[in-house]
């Protein structure tokens, strides 16, 4: 028997010092218009990718946290096929692959350049997947397009279950997802700024003082306001009970943690949240961005006076919505005024106990 819906809420305010993390075409740091002032702006891709790098760093071999993004999925599974028959040799492996993919809905063809076998588009599959269709292969002389696909749509890593997966070749193949992640802003206006470098050949014969190289790199530094959900009933019917809140915690914390790391070694801007607030719902997820429509202004720093432009607009949505389950903070002491959690631990030992508590399903039995 189904529970109430759970939407989990994640709201980060963090100040990031001069930086380019997140580029667009023409190498400049992305921005946005909103409030009708140009703000700092980190797509959400780009900050999923830093997501879903870190919990392949942190995986240990755990399958549900090993997704691969890629075109290449015929040489993973060709890779699996040999690990498991050693009749197999590369060619042959990577035939098969390519057959048994084929029959499951996902079309490979040679790339006119590299000449690999290549999906039309990135592919996301987990290692589960791959495991469990490599077995199914070596153990079944005929392949069943039904069983394939039931491989494919099961077995789901933590990113695939958040983030989704679109196979234009057979929409059966389709995940829902079960995260958004908004594009971060600046709480404030930004004014965009150049870096004029030049660089000296060390070993350089010549007698002048003219440079090797010249150039420019535009940055700009920023308060953002973060924001992301995940629908903890979709997120458990992506993963099965047991590891949905393992995995909504996960989410929370690498979230929390990650940053984009475009010119991370030009700027090292690897800074922490100033701010986090976790709240559970069981109406609807709610994006706090409107607190900044009228950006900040503020010659003292801005992550003060965002941080109660964020509270006071929480404070007004409960006229529209019902109060979360659960609110949780966490930031410097006396900062909040709706309270402090201790540690991002503490905080997300809290939000598992009510996830388990007020979970998808009343039992597996119903």
């Known amino acids: 028997m189904k529970k109430e819906n759970l939407y989990v ?6 100040t990031v ?6 580029r667009d075409d023409a190498g400049s740091p992305k921005t946005a218009v909103y409030g009708g002032v140009v703000r700092a702006r ?7 990718r830093a997501v879903r790098t870190s919990f392949r760093e942190e995986s240990e071999g755990a399958s549900w946290l090993e997704g691969h993004r890629t075109r290449r999925a015929a040489y993973l599974l060709a890779e699996k096929l040999a690990e498991k028959d050693s009749s197999f040799d590369e060619n042959s492996a990577l ?4 057959d048994v993919l084929k029959e499951a809905g996902i079309k490979t063809a040679k790339d006119k350049k590299t000449g690999e076998m290549l999906t039309g588009a990135l592919l996301l599959i987990s290692s589960g997947q791959l495991e469990k269709i490599a077995d199914y292969v070596v153990n079944n002389d005929e392949l069943d397009k039904k069983e ?6 099961g077995n789901q890593s933590l990113d695939l279950a958040l983030f989704g997966r679109m196979v234009a070749d057979d929409p059966e193949l389709n995940v829902d997802a079960s995260a958004q992640v908004a594009h971060a802003i600046s709480t404030h ?11 000296l050949d060390d070993d350089s ?3 002048n003082a003219g440079s090797a190289m010249i150039g420019t790199v535009e940055y700009n530094s920023s308060t953002l306001y973060r924001y992301a959900n995940v629908n903890f009933n979709e997120l458990t019917h992506n993963l099965g009970d047991e590891l949905a809140v393992e995995g909504a915690k996960l989410f929370i914390k690498n979230f929390v943690m990650t940053m984009p790391t475009g010119k991370q070694n030009t700027f090292a801007n690897k800074t922490l949240p100033q701010y986090v607030m976790v709240t559970i719902r069981k109406d609807t997820p709610v994006n706090l961005v409107s607190a900044f429509e009228e950006p900040v202004k503020s010659r003292d720093g801005y992550i003060v006076p965002s941080i109660k432009k964020l509270e006071d ?15 949780e903070v966490l930031t410097k002491k006396g900062s909040s005024l709706l309270g402090d959690t201790d540690s991002l631990g503490e905080l997300l030992e809290k939000v598992g106990d009510v996830l388990r508590k007020e979970g998808a399903y009343e039992s597996s039995n119903d």
């Open 42 to 48: 980190v797509s959400s891709q780009s900050w999923k």
């Open 313 to 327: 607009e929480f404070k007004d949505t409960l006229q529209f919505v019902e109060k979360p389950v659960l609110t």
């Open 205 to 207: 014969a010549a007698d």
């Open 9 to 14: 809420d994640i709201h980060v305010l963090q």
């Open 17 to 22: 010092p001069s930086a380019n993390i997140n």
């Open 148 to 153: 394939l696909k039931k491989v494919l749509t």
């Open 189 to 199: 206006e930004i004014v965009p700024e150049f870096d004029y470098f030049t660089a």
């Open 95 to 98: 035939e098969k692959a390519v």
